[in-house]
Every structure is written in structure tokens, then in C-alpha cells.
């Protein structure tokens, strides 16, 4: 890991996440941690969340996210690397 590294996580949820909220949950979530990314839909009806910043910021963000939108959420899936930084602010994307 460089200095300039950040932690990233990529995770994928599955379940009734779109049509509900959702990505609009994540950005209001992510305004209460030191993260940035992105939410977005996919044409297969998951929903795909991608953070970085300090490792337990990202981790918090991502915990706090399956606890307060786990009615939604039927399956997860999570990668987490170290990276240089390619996200500026949190936001929802198309």
C-alpha cells in the first residue's frame, strides 16, 4: 500500500433494492461518514455501492447500510481492496 492509497469497497446488493429508496438511503448514509463513491442501479436489478476513504469509515458506512436497509437486501456481495483514489464527494448515480 502507497501513501496515497485508499481503502475501496465494492458491494453489490441484491433483493427489492430498487424502486425503494434505496440509493437515496445510501447518499443520506454517507453523508454521516468520511467516504466517497457512488450507489447506483444495475440493469439486473441489484444495486451496486462503491466507497473509499479509511478502512473503518468505509466498513462503518457499508455495516450501517445492510443494518438500517436490511428489509430490502436478500443477498451481498462484497470486495475490498486498497487502491489510489478515483471518487470525489458521495454520489447516486444512473
Do not use: C
Request: no cysteine.
Amino acid at each position: 500500500m502507497t501513501q496515497k492509497e485508499k481503502f475501496h469497497s465494492s458491494v453489490y446488493f441484491g433483493g427489492r433494492v430498487q424502486g425503494v429508496g434505496f440509493r437515496y438511503h445510501t447518499l443520506q448514509i454517507a453523508k454521516e461518514f468520511e467516504v466517497s463513491g457512488h450507489v447506483r442501479n444495475l440493469v439486473d436489478g441489484r444495486v451496486q455501492v462503491e466507497a473509499e476513504g479509511e478502512k473503518s469509515e468505509v466498513q462503518g458506512f457499508i455495516a450501517e447500510i445492510r443494518d438500517r436497509l436490511s428489509m430490502f437486501i436478500r443477498k451481498t456481495e462484497l470486495s475490498e481492496n486498497w487502491r489510489e483514489p478515483v471518487f470525489r464527494g458521495f454520489t447516486i448515480g444512473r
